[in-house]
């Protein structure tokens, strides 16, 4: 990022003048304190200020925003809930910092069409629980639902433990309001459920990582809370075993509704910071399986069979939590392993994900690669997609080339078994460099021609998803 | 299209036998009799013949094609199962007919990671054959399927009955192989779940309709066969409670795997030509509704409930199909439809959809519509998702101008219900004039900056999807 620095964008008295009359003085924060959240994400060591931001209340101040950022060349990051764990909401070169933080009204709870329509700045957590009152539910489940917003979801597509069955964000989002880098405005849906008149924008905006378009409200689908619920936990002597139950849940016709991976080394480092001891501890690994359906019978059943599999392929128990307050218990013990790594030293996160069948040749690569490298790796993830997040580090300090030549290793073996540089966390900073490594010159240049397209002047978060020098389209 | 045809492109006997050079003589059609079947979709009146049909074998014969006609400034035509609905296959400005059908390999059914791997030309049926026999699905089923193919589907981004549970097209590719204007090829996916490593390309690609790449490979997602499958059907004294049937089934939380919607008029003429007599003729609409799960418990349970709420909703009758004999003949008479209403007479076809809710207004406003311009109209379709084809047609002769003008009220009715112009057909050349009742001008200059973008010289399915002169991008 040092090599950026140089070209930060600073902001005219005029230019904040301007936009200050376009948001309300209020709402035009300037001071370094002020400015201060707005120069980070969940990403560690990486912090840019922006020159200003500004907190619009509607669509046509965003804008009157954009429009007026676009005319004067000035650089704008869409900043969403900033938990992002790629940079994507870091403003790289200055400029204008536009929160959507604001815009957070649950527009319409539709239960007849079984449609949410929300601003962009609502939390997803709160969603979650507007929903939930009607007995229906948002499914896409990142874990920093309680801090992040839909409209950060949308932007990086984000994923979370049950998009094993419920798929990824995209997957729920049926329409779109964006506003363009000229400010115009477009809708790309709304409640209709089939719809192929014209490219997909709905599709090309998610997962684009404001770098298109800001948007400002999403029409998201939504189904009705399952009636029955149940995880199990098998823990298994050796990563591949595991592995292999993976597989085998998936290919005997069992669809879990969440199906996570936790090593050894993750599980202890979550459960001492919550000073819980857990059965097994030799176990290698571990498989946390939910299913849910329509009643206890049908619940009953998948449970069952995983069980039968699980054991079947070597695991040394498989416990069971069909009430809510055992399954919340496994839930947190699972999430807290993001946070709890962060405390083990510097460290590099990654956010690899191979074919399913890749699982535990990926998490054996990783060992190795981090072992050579005098590292440490925890592996933790959604095992049903094949997405595993590794946590690199070392105790006491460590040169930052040793984590760079470490992680590029990484990325690299992902993408020799089929994978990718990221499966949800999105490319945003942290990826950049890395993307030519899974995607070729052809395919970097028509990401280069649709932004360029759309954003001919790159004002919308320069520096994030696109390499730099892509070769240009023929 | 008449004010097309003297644009149309011929090709010199140089640039025929340069392209015979790439394919092999055998394979580039010239004569009349050769091109016919290549002039036509299932569009009704509509033919343009191309100057030549190429059939490659290869994407690195793709790739020379597309090289030698950008460079040369040929028009390409991709061309498929051309059982297309709105004109997508038909080359209207001449050039090369670009037909896939020699690449029609299933490459691979990968029964671990549940993922097809194959050529663009394989019939859609025999993929199903071929994933069956593994106790699998690709769920997709669009009518046409015994003749379309894979590479079609993913232009149109197809539908069918069953995208009312398990969605289109789009939601089961995993990646693409696909060939740009320029010839480069470029790799979208694979079998790797979650990848948000650059803007969806896979998703742009899905749907473009031809005028944005070639495809040539597809990753597809597949699932098991479900244990157990009913289907129930429910006659209704009128329309509204039919519609009204289907938003109560979805909203008091069951899920269809399919969910159509048959009128009275249409039921009748696909009776008449099976020399079928139904029951409950008097009924002015049809639900059947497919279930399908794990065991028959599950599928029992589903039924009931569907057949009790159809009957609170003023059903007939609830008729109970389990056996796969009585469900075949049941969706014979269903697909029936789309063939038997081609006989009634000079016609034009539509493919509305709206949101769940609005399906009831939609169908009297297509009835109250026709009426008025002394034409009929038969509705039917995929009442899950709010798509209703409807067929527009007189007994004896008609103006052409009394179809545009018709046809031009239904799609501004279903647009303002919140509806598209075409749920599942494609925008191709049948909805290209009505797009922007949908669309505004911002939206449409996106479209068209991507696809200058993608394809500069515009050789690419030209007169296809995009409206011929939208607003320039600022």
Redesign the interface.
């Known amino acids: 990022v040092e090599e950026l620095s140089g070209q930060s964008r600073a902001m005219s008295a005029p230019e904040r003048e301007e936009i200050a009359s376009i948001v309300g003085d209020a709402h035009l924060l300037i001071s370094p304190g002020d400015l201060a959240p707005y120069a980070r994400d969940a990403v560690e060591g990486l912090e840019s200020f922006p020159s200003a931001v500004a907190r619009p209340r509607t669509t046509v101040e965003v804008s009157r925003l954009l429009a007026f950022c676009n005319q004067r060349g000035i650089p704008v990051t869409p900043q969403a809930g900033r938990t992002g764990l790629s940079g994507g909401a870091v403003p790289l070169f200055g400029g204008l910092g536009l929160s959507l933080e604001r815009m957070d009204t649950i527009l319409e709870v539709d239960?007849?069409?079984?449609?949410a329509v929300v601003e962009a700045g609502v939390l997803t957590q709160r969603l979650h629980e507007a929903v939930g009152e009607h007995?229906l539910r948002y499914p896409p489940d990142p874990s920093s639902r309680g801090s992040c917003t839909i409209g950060g979801n949308v932007a990086?597509?984000a994923?979370g433990p049950h998009?094993a069955r419920y798929?990824?964000t995209?997957?729920w989002v049926l329409g779109l309001e964006a506003v363009?880098a000229?400010g115009?405005?477009?809708?790309?849906g709304?409640?209709?459920?089939?719809?192929?008149?014209?490219?997909?924008?709905t599709?090309?905006l998610?997962?684009?990582e404001g770098t298109?378009a800001v948007v400002t409200k999403a029409w998201l689908r939504l189904?009705?809370e399952p009636?029955s619920v149940a995880v199990i936990v098998a823990p298994f002597p050796t990563l591949e075993q595991a592995a292999d139950a993976v597989?085998a849940l998936?290919?005997q016709?069992l669809?879990p509704a969440a199906c996570e991976f936790v090593d050894r080394a993750s599980l202890e480092v979550s459960a001492r910071r919550k000073g819980i001891s857990v059965p097994f501890p030799e176990a290698e690994a571990r498989l946390i399986v939910e299913f849910d359906?329509?009643?206890d019978?049908?619940v009953e059943?998948?449970v069952t069979r995983a069980g039968e599999i699980a054991l079947e392929g070597g695991a040394l128990d498989v416990l069971l939590a069909t009430d809510p307050p055992r399954r919340r218990a496994l839930w947190e013990l699972r999430s807290g392993i993001g946070e709890a790594v962060r405390d083990l030293g510097p460290s590099a996160e990654l956010d690899l994900?191979?074919?399913?069948?890749a699982l535990a040749q990926l998490v054996r690569g990783v060992r190795r690669i981090a072992e050579e490298a005098g590292l440490r790796a925890v592996s933790f993830g959604?095992a049903?997609?094949?997405?595993v997040h590794v946590h690199l580090y070392r105790e006491g300090s460590a040169a930052p080339d040793l984590f760079q030549r470490t992680t590029t290793a990484l990325y690299a073996h992902a993408v020799s078994l089929?994978?990718?540089?990221?499966?949800?966390?999105?490319?945003g900073v942290t990826?950049r460099a890395h993307?030519h490594l899974?995607?070729?010159p052809?395919?970097?240049?028509?990401?280069r021609?649709?932004k360029?397209?759309?954003d001919?002047r790159g004002i919308l978060n320069p520096g994030k998803?696109l390499p730099e020098s892509p070769a240009p389209?023929?």
């Open positions: 239960t007849r069409n079984l449609v007995g990086e597509n994923g998009s798929g990824v995209g997957r363009l000229s115009e405005v477009i809708v790309t709304g409640k209709t459920r089939k719809d192929v008149a014209g490219y997909d924008l599709a090309l998610v997962g684009s298109l189904v009705h009636a597989v998936h290919s016709g669809v359906g329509g009643d019978a049908e059943r998948d994900a191979v074919p399913r069948t959604h049903a997609d094949g997405n089929g994978g990718t540089v990221t499966g949800e966390h999105g490319v990826s993307l899974q995607r070729s052809a395919y970097l240049a028509v990401l021609a649709i360029e397209a759309l001919p998803l389209l023929r």
